[in-house]
């Protein structure tokens, strides 16, 4: 069965930075696209970013381009979430999830696998 667990949601103040991991397993990690979504209260599930089995390809909503950045360490079968520059628009839970497709599209659909969710809180 695929696990996906996440890590690292906490308090931030506006300004500043948490770094978000997401640990697989029994899933052939290197070949699905991974992605971070997040979901304030309320509201729909919302796409963050998107990065390739290889790693070569990234994409971003640009609500967080310039601000987050997306990364895998495929020999640790890890993702992770770079959150700079928060701001309280940014508090939700944060999922991440798994594609069985090299390149995963922007919408909750196109994954198969995800996670429980960690809860991310910016503070003005």
């Known amino acids: 069965q695929v696990q996906l667990v996440e890590s690292g949601g906490g308090l931030a103040q506006a300004g500043g930075s948490l770094r978000l991991s997401c640990a697989a397993a029994?899933?052939?990690?290197?070949?699905?696209?991974m992605a971070w979504f997040r979901q304030a209260p309320g509201k729909e599930r919302d796409f963050v970013a998107r990065?390739?089995?290889?790693?070569?390809?990234?994409l971003y909503d640009d609500s967080v381009k310039g601000r987050f950045t997306i990364s895998r360490d495929n020999a640790k079968n890890t993702l992770y979430l770079q959150m700079d520059i928060l701001k309280p628009e940014d508090t939700a839970i944060y999922y991440c999830?798994?594609?069985?497709?090299?390149?995963?599209?922007?919408?909750?659909?196109?994954?198969?696998?995800w996670g429980q969710g960690t809860q991310v809180t910016v503070s003005s």
């Open positions: 029994t899933l052939t990690f290197d070949s699905h696209s």
């Open positions: 999830a798994a594609a069985s497709v090299p390149y995963g599209l922007p919408v909750t659909a196109t994954y198969d696998y």
């Open positions: 990065i390739s089995g290889s790693g070569s390809s990234r």
